[in-house]
């Protein structure tokens, strides 16, 4: 939803910047997936710490595609690197968050924590997949960025369990809303 609708903004903000950055889009990806783990391992700890350590991996996410746009070092490799990363970092926020959980002795979190990693991963599964099959699929309410701040808010705010569910629910309705976008495509293919 963020993404669909600000995908590129930045770009033309971060241009002048980002022409004059010796690093890599590669090494910033690295850069923001090591908050993010860093954010992770924060978590078991001091939440709000975490909350502004999620937000600085998240600008480092925004930050490597504007750069690797900009300066025309946009890869195939740079694509599926970050598109890796991401998938580690969201699994790694939250199996914190499971682990918080556990700790807590709370089933209920443990179980929504599992599940927003599941409905999480199916929402960029479906993307991938379709994408494959050559349909633009980034339809939905939950796709990564608002996964990112809905996590990030929570931290700060600490409802952590607020957070998961509202990950857990909104991102079994995005792929959902996924499935259906492929099949009323492939049916009007057909």
């Known amino acids: 939803m963020l993404g669909e609708r600000f995908g590129h903004f930045m ?12 690093v ?27 909350g502004l350590l999620i937000v600085a991996g998240g600008i480092f996410d925004m930050l490597d595609g504007a750069v690797a746009r900009v300066t025309g070092r946009e890869s195939v490799f740079g694509a599926l690197l970050d598109s890796t990363l991401d998938r580690f970092s969201d699994a790694l926020l939250l199996l914190a968050g499971a682990w918080i959980f556990v700790q807590a002795g709370s089933s209920a979190g443990v179980f929504l924590s599992a599940s927003a990693l599941v409905f999480s991963f199916l929402v960029s599964y479906i993307r991938a997949r379709a994408e494959g099959l050559l349909i633009q699929c980034r339809t939905g309410l939950m796709e990564r960025p608002e996964r990112i701040a809905v996590m990030a808010v929570g931290c700060l705010v600490d409802q952590l369990f607020v957070a998961v569910a509202v990950i857990s629910i909104l991102s079994a309705v995005t792929a959902m809303q996924r499935l259906l976008h492929v099949w009323r495509t492939i049916s009007q293919r057909d």
Do not use: C, K, Q
């Not at 090494?27 to 700890?45: D, H, N, P, Y």
């Open 24 to 50: 890599s889009p590669n090494a910033l990806t690295i850069a923001g997936f090591l908050i993010t783990a860093l954010a992770a391992w924060v978590m078991l700890s001091n939440l709000f710490a975490a």
């Open 11 to 22: 770009d033309r903000y971060l241009a002048p910047a980002a022409r004059n950055i010796p």
